[in-house]
C-alpha cells in the first residue's frame, strides 16, 4: 500500500520560496497521478496544482500559476513543488494525495493524502 509523506514547510518572508517533497513508498508509485491540495484555517481543502496523469502535462490553479511548479521524480517515488514569490495568502497545510482517475481539481478525486506540511508566509 502506497504511503506519502511531506516535508519541506516552514515560516519564509513575502517574496520567498520554499520546495516541498512528497515521499511515497510502493511500487505503484510511478502509475498513479498525483497532486497538491492546500487548507487554510477555515476554509476549504483547495486544489493547487496537479499532473494529468503519471506525468507530462500539469494543471494549476489560478492562483498560483506562474508561481508554483509541480515536479516528481519516479526513481527517487518523490514528487515536489517548488513555491516561488509566495505571498501571505499562500499560507495552509499543504497535502499531497494521489489518485487512479477522475477530475485532477477535486478532492474526491482523490484516494490517498499525506498528513500535510504547514507553510506560513509572513508580510
Known amino acids: 500500500q502506497v504511503q506519502l509523506v511531506e516535508s519541506g514547510g516552514g515560516l519564509v518572508q513575502a517574496g520567498g520560496s520554499l520546495r516541498l517533497s512528497c515521499a511515497a513508498s510502493g511500487r505503484t508509485f510511478s502509475r498513479r497521478a498525483m497532486g497538491w491540495f492546500r487548507q487554510a484555517p477555515g476554509k476549504e481543502r483547495e486544489f493547487v496544482g496537479a499532473f494529468v496523469w503519471s506525468g507530462g502535462s500539469t494543471y494549476y490553479a489560478d492562483s498560483v500559476k506562474g508561481r508554483f511548479t509541480i515536479s516528481r521524480d519516479n526513481a527517487k517515488n518523490t514528487v515536489y513543488l517548488q513555491m516561488n514569490s509566495l505571498e501571505p495568502a499562500d499560507t495552509a497545510v499543504y497535502y499531497c494525495?494521489?489518485?487512479?482517475?477522475?477530475?485532477?481539481?477535486?478532492?474526491?478525486?482523490?484516494?490517498?493524502w499525506g498528513q500535510g506540511t504547514q507553510v506560513t508566509v509572513s508580510s
Open positions: 494525495a494521489a489518485r487512479s482517475g477522475g477530475n485532477p481539481y477535486t478532492v474526491d478525486s482523490y484516494d490517498l
